[in-house]
């Protein structure tokens, strides 16, 4: 096909004509998917090394929650929390178990279970801790990433996310992430929460150092803390368990979920949580219009029923043993660094080689899809329905792309 009759150049540049210019996606035009692979508008193909960031752990179109939501559509999609509808209390009911807390509160977007989390532990301080009016703390780690709102970027070390979006707002303490006698010694009588992610996606798949996490755990139960997971994209099977807290045993006052709970379909996250922590809401006091509508709550439990088989999770873990050979071959072969729990995996390349844009842009052209972050590292997390065969493929195009 020669290139003045492709769909894409065209494509690419009417997005960047109408659109606020926030993020630099890679110029391919996607228009139907299924399962582990995406067909741009010029009929190329490409495997999803991305998922979503983890919204599309299930694959795209995965047939039970395809099902799910278009029964759905045929029924009821939108009630607000004014009124309750026939799908709230399984979805509820089921995730909460999936957790092994008492109740879930279910919002739309990532930050906004980040936000409920945060609101739910400065009342949590002041009514059950009996932390002083306006004096709540919550310690954080340094290259979190939880979000964009105005209240989670005043705690970012990311500048990007951060600069010129002041006056932030107080109440948050940074400290290094993976280092227990920093968090030990930021904990205060007035500190509320610890909100930390299991491992740091954004960051490039930074896995803490072994008992990091129990570690924390223990301090929060010794001095009163609510230990608040962020699992919104470890969560859900990405690293070869339901939450990345399970590798090392580790159980959070408070779950923070996302991305993969509405099956690529519809945005749904929800705080999990016991009823002494979450009962502190009363009504009036947080909401959303969209939270746990009908039709996010029929994808979402279907989410929560493929999980709850475990069958997502072994295939995480095992398939992930396989990428994880595949990439610990190519360091020093144009890779500096790699980790990998299950299928998600940060791999630092080679500055002196190229950018993890450039290699993104490589790979793409070979007909596999992932994302650059923070410069060298790329960030893998296909789908977890892919195969051994497509692992192979998509490590065989970095060796190539690293061999230039
Ligand atoms: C760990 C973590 N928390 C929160 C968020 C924010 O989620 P959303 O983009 O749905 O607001 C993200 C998104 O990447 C994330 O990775």
Redesign the pocket.
């Known amino acids: 096909m020669v290139d003045d009759i492709l769909r894409t150049p065209g494509a690419v540049r009417d997005a960047e004509r109408w659109t606020a210019h926030n993020y630099h996606p890679l110029p391919v035009v996607i228009s139907s998917a299924e399962g582990a692979w995406l067909t741009d508008v010029d009929g190329r193909r490409y495997l999803d090394c991305l998922a979503g960031?983890s919204a599309l752990n299930f694959g795209h179109r995965h047939p039970q929650l395809i099902a799910a939501a278009h029964a759905q559509l045929d029924r009821l999609t939108l009630t607000s929390r004014a009124f309750i509808h026939d799908q709230f209390a399984d979805f509820c009911r089921e995730l909460a178990e999936l957790c092994g807390k008492d109740l879930v509160l279910p919002m739309n977007?990532?930050?906004?279970a980040?936000e409920t989390g945060i609101k739910v532990a400065r009342k949590w301080g002041y009514q059950v801790k009996g932390v002083a009016p306006g004096q709540a703390n919550i310690v954080v780690a340094e290259g979190n990433?939880?979000?964009?709102t105005t209240t989670i970027v005043s705690f970012s070390t990311d500048e990007d996310a951060r600069a010129d979006f002041g006056p932030y707002t107080p109440g948050f303490t940074v400290v290094p992430y993976g280092d227990l006698d920093a968090l030990t010694a930021a904990i205060d009588e007035n500190t509320v929460a610890v909100l930390l992610?299991p491992i740091q996606?954004?960051q490039g798949v930074v896995v803490p150092p072994e008992g990091y996490l129990p570690g924390v755990r223990q301090v929060c139960t010794e001095r009163d803390v609510l230990f608040i997971a962020?699992e919104?994209?470890?969560g859900l099977g990405r690293t070869g368990a339901t939450f990345a807290c399970d590798h090392e045993g580790v159980v959070p006052d408070m779950y923070?979920l996302?991305?993969a709970l509405g099956g690529g379909i519809v945005?749904v996250?929800a705080v999990a949580a016991n009823a002494d922590v979450l009962g502190v809401l009363k009504p009036g006091q947080h909401g959303s219009t969209f939270g746990g509508n009908p039709l996010a709550c029929a994808v979402a439990v279907e989410v929560v029923r493929l999980l709850a088989t475990g069958e997502f999770q072994r295939r995480s873990a095992e398939l992930g043993e396989r990428l994880r050979a595949g990439l610990e071959g190519l360091v020093g072969k144009g890779l500096v660094g790699v980790r990998v729990r299950g299928l998600w995996a940060g791999l630092d390349i080679d500055p002196a080689l190229m950018s993890g844009r450039e290699a993104c842009e490589r790979l793409a052209a070979r007909g596999v899809l992932a994302k650059d972050t923070h410069g060298s590292t790329i960030r893998l997390a296909p789908p977890l329905v892919i195969t051994e065969e497509e692992i192979d493929l998509a490590v065989t195009a970095l060796a190539e792309v690293l061999a230039g």
């Not at 977007?109 to 906004?112: D, F, I, L, Q, R």
């Open positions: 960031y977007t990532g930050a906004e980040v990433f939880h979000g964009r992610e996606g954004e962020d919104i994209q470890s923070l996302g991305k945005p996250s």
